[in-house]
């Protein structure tokens, strides 16, 4: 599987205010080199803090892409795919409605009842084994699971706690950064990559591409096999 994470940042690389409110960081012109490399995917990742403060739906913005997918045989939206450990995602969140399959990857937290109630919303509920010491969903165990449904390409939105543990896990392969013209700030505003951080081996990238969009700039990147 090759998978490319895309993020939007203000320059002090903040992904959003302490208060976790959603904020428009890029503008047209990213709007549409994002649609287009969600085009390019077979499925969308986010955690399911995206799914709760935000409401997003994840789907293609231009039609002509979505028919030019169909052409191709594939669906006309990617996938959408959300890490929940714990089956968190409302019932009734935009995310499960029946514009594209919806894959939740759960623990073992999420109890059958709950499952159950999420299917019957729309979602297609994954179940990872074995998950982690800390009960939440390996990340390798379950891009595997989306490999086995067709999953080849998978593009990752976030937050910055799944982007800190796709690197923590090795998986990454591409990171696209839209950097904003904005300061934000703030200790507890969430970043690129949150999580517990690295200390020792550290993930490191190799700049491909610097191209301006709107009044920012966004850095392309491939990820090194070594670590240092």
């Not at 700039?217 to 070594?226: A, F, M, N, P, T």
Request: net charge negative; glycine share 10%; charged share 30%.
């Amino acid at each position: 599987m090759h998978v490319v994470v895309n993020a939007a940042q203000s320059v002090d690389g903040k992904l959003a205010t302490r208060r976790r409110e959603q904020l428009r960081i890029s503008g047209p012109e990213d709007f549409d080199r994002v649609d287009r490399v969600r085009a390019a995917a077979d499925a969308v990742l986010v955690g399911v803090g995206t799914v709760l403060a935000d409401d997003p739906h994840l789907t293609l913005d231009e039609e002509d892409r979505r028919v030019q997918r169909l052409r191709n045989g594939r669906p006309g939206h990617p996938a959408r795919v959300v890490v929940d450990s714990r089956g968190r995602t409302p019932t009734d969140a935009r995310i499960l409605d029946d514009a594209a399959t919806t894959y939740l990857l759960v623990s073992a937290a999420t109890t059958e009842e709950r499952r159950a109630a999420l299917e019957a919303a729309g979602a297609e509920v994954v179940a990872v084994e074995p998950e982690t010491d800390d009960g939440h969903v390996d990340l390798a165990a379950g891009f595997a699971a989306l490999a086995d449904r067709g999953v080849d390409r998978l593009m990752v939105e976030g937050g910055g706690e799944v982007i800190y543990s796709c690197f923590a896990a090795d998986l990454v392969d591409e990171l696209h950064v839209y950097v904003g013209s904005m300061v934000i700030g703030g200790r507890g505003a969430p970043t690129l990559a949150d999580g517990e951080g690295f200390t020792e081996a550290f993930p490191r990238l190799d700049l491909t591409d610097a191209e301006r969009f709107d009044d920012g700039v966004v850095l392309s990147y491939e990820v090194r096999d070594d670590a240092s």
